[in-house]
Nanobody, 129 residues
Framework: QVQLVESGGGPVQPGGSLRLSCATS????????IGWFRQAPGKEREVVSC????????HYPDSVKGRFSISRDNDKNTIYLQMNSLKSEDTGVYYC??????????????????????WGQGTLVTVSE
């Protein structure tokens, strides 16, 4: 059974940093495409980052490029999202997701229309003074 559990959210001041973690189980992480998404109050869910399978290719929308970094530790079965220079508009519930085949799912994630079937429960990030 595929499971994903996020952690690491919380309050942070603008300009600060947070690292989110997503513990996974039930699948081989490197065989799946993975992604981080967020949903702000009153807004639709949006892609924050994507990572392909074996080669670890990454993609970021312009809104977070240069500030956010996705990574994974295959030995620990964990996905990370390092968030730096946080802004108030980064506030939202952050979700990790994973699915296969990794090539197709990575392309769909990059397109902004992910089709992941496996999601975590979310962790809240609040950026404010």
């Amino acid at each position: 059974q595929v499971q994903l559990v996020e952690s690491g959210g919380g309050p942070v001041q603008p300009g600060g940093s947070l690292r989110l973690s997503c513990a996974t189980s039930g699948f081989t992480l490197e065989d799946y495409a993975i992604g981080w998404f967020r949903q702000a109050p009153g807004k639709e869910r949006e892609v924050v980052s994507c990572m392909g399978g074996s080669d670890g290719s990454t993609h970021y929308p312009d809104s977070v490029k240069g500030r956010f970094s996705i990574s994974r530790d295959n030995d620990k079965n964990t996905i990370y999202l390092q968030m730096n220079s946080l802004k108030s508009e980064d506030t939202g519930v952050y979700y990790c997701a994973a699915d296969f085949p990794h090539s197709l799912q990575f392309k769909l994630c990059m397109s902004g229309y992910p089709q992941f079937n496996n999601w975590g429960q979310g962790t809240l990030v609040t950026v404010s003074e």
